[in-house]
């Protein structure tokens, strides 16, 4: 428990040992000479104040909470790169983004794991759907650039629709944020980045991990990870069995990259660096490379009972995702030439001399989404789905030995 009175003696000690008035001490922070005398009465600074006052006083934050100094001989986890009382007090910070209106979600923040009521007498036979994520390496690109709540969109929609695709529920997810240093706001930026945008998929936060690794990972480097469950029942399973003869295939427009192909494109960045700048359609290459993957869970909950299968198109393109829903004996076959490709993929296909293959096995090239379903239902699904994003049909399900085969050829715009 912290003991106030000597937290305040021992910021008073330093400051005069320090030879500074409470003034200057002021002054030096940019606060007001009100705020240090409160803090030699009695009343703490926050988590930030408290770095920048353990810098001026040559303290650790640790000493400050202590209310004395620890021996120079003495080696800690401070030391060693870890200060656990600025990181207890940031993650007590981060809480606020954990609370939910999920009446599932039994606990908040503080216990050793969460825990989530899983009754629901509504499904029959429920299944769980497990699914873990990271965002690749767009996330290098997003702390160099400084998109990094954007980059928390990118994984969760990400993840969401990996298990939307099978028909499930989202319902709660848990991050881990790996660094080599903890830096407050970035941190904070992270963890309301994966809140919010688990609310705009329809699920919870419901706790994760903050590792710090500084002898594993760089300082100013930062990891992200998540995972998710999410829920439906077993004969509600979309895994493309029911796929057949003459079902059409539909694709739904992706808004660009999305999460996939960002170590060839930044290959490409290292060799022609005024790529970043470049204006397509009226964006920089930056802004267009850097848009939040595609979030499908609102318009796909509204359709899986009437589609016969769905592949997230993500790495490995069109033909290594939907093939792994095509059932043997049947092949998707593709007319390439009615895929409407994003300008951004004509950018990069130009400046890296790419040709159709590479680009159709490394990315989404324009469709992020793959819907297979009845002749008799299409309408009905473009028609739903097209409230959101634009749907529209490019192939057909037909016999034969490949699961996938493109016809024609791509159009770039």
Avoid at 110 to 134: C, H, M, N, R, T
């Amino acid at each position: 428990m912290l003991d106030n009175k000597k937290i305040a003696d021992f910021i008073a000690g330093k400051r005069k040992e320090a030879g500074m008035t409470q003034a200057e001490v002021a002054e030096s922070l940019q606060v007001s000479f009100q705020a240090v005398s409160k803090w030699e009465n009695g009343t703490l600074p926050n988590v930030e104040m408290l770095v920048e006052l353990a810098k001026l006083l040559h303290v650790t934050v640790d000493e400050i909470l202590a209310g004395q100094e620890k021996s120079a001989e003495n080696f800690s986890y401070r030391k060693a790169g870890v200060d656990i009382s600025y990181t207890d007090a940031m993650k007590k910070e981060m809480a606020v983004y954990l609370k939910t209106d999920d009446a599932r979600v039994l606990n908040g923040f503080g216990p050793f794991a969460s825990l989530y009521d899983i009754q629901f007498p509504e499904i029959s036979e429920p299944v769980l759907v497990l699914k873990a994520e990271e965002p690749g390496s767009k996330q290098k690109l997003a702390m160099e650039f400084g998109y990094c709540e954007s980059i928390c969109h990118d994984m969760i929609n990400h993840l969401v629709n990996d298990i939307a695709v099978m028909g499930a529920k989202p319902l709660a997810v848990l991050d881990t944020i790996v660094c080599g240093n903890a830096e407050k706001e970035t941190i904070k930026s992270f963890v309301r980045g994966i809140s919010k945008a688990c609310r705009e998929n329809e699920c919870a936060l419901v706790g994760g991990e903050t590792s710090i690794q500084p002898h594993v990972v760089e300082k100013g480097v930062y990891i992200l990870t998540s995972s998710i469950a999410g829920i439906l029942s077993r004969n509600a399973v979309i895994d493309g069995s029911a796929i057949q003869e003459g079902d059409a295939v539909l694709a739904v427009a992706s808004n660009g990259l999305h999460t996939n192909g960002y170590s060839l494109v930044r290959m490409l960045m290292d060799k022609m660096p005024q790529m970043k700048l470049d204006k397509v359609a009226g964006e920089t290459f930056i802004e267009q490379i850097m848009k939040p993957h595609t979030p499908y869970y609102k318009v796909i909950k509204n359709i899986s009972g009437q589609v016969h299968g769905m592949a997230h198109i993500t790495g490995g393109g069109i033909e290594g995702n939907l093939s792994r829903i095509i059932p043997d004996g049947l092949c998707a076959k593709i007319e390439l030439s009615q895929i409407r490709t994003l300008p951004v993929f004509s950018y990069i296909r130009q400046m890296g001399n790419i040709e159709d293959e590479e680009m159709l096995s490394t990315f989404n090239c324009g469709v992020g989404l793959i819907i297979v379903a009845s002749q008799e239902k299409k309408a009905a699904v473009m028609e739903s789905v097209g409230a959101r994003y634009d749907c529209y049909e490019i192939g057909k399900i037909d016999s034969g030995p490949k699961k996938v085969a493109f016809e024609g050829m791509m159009r770039y715009m």
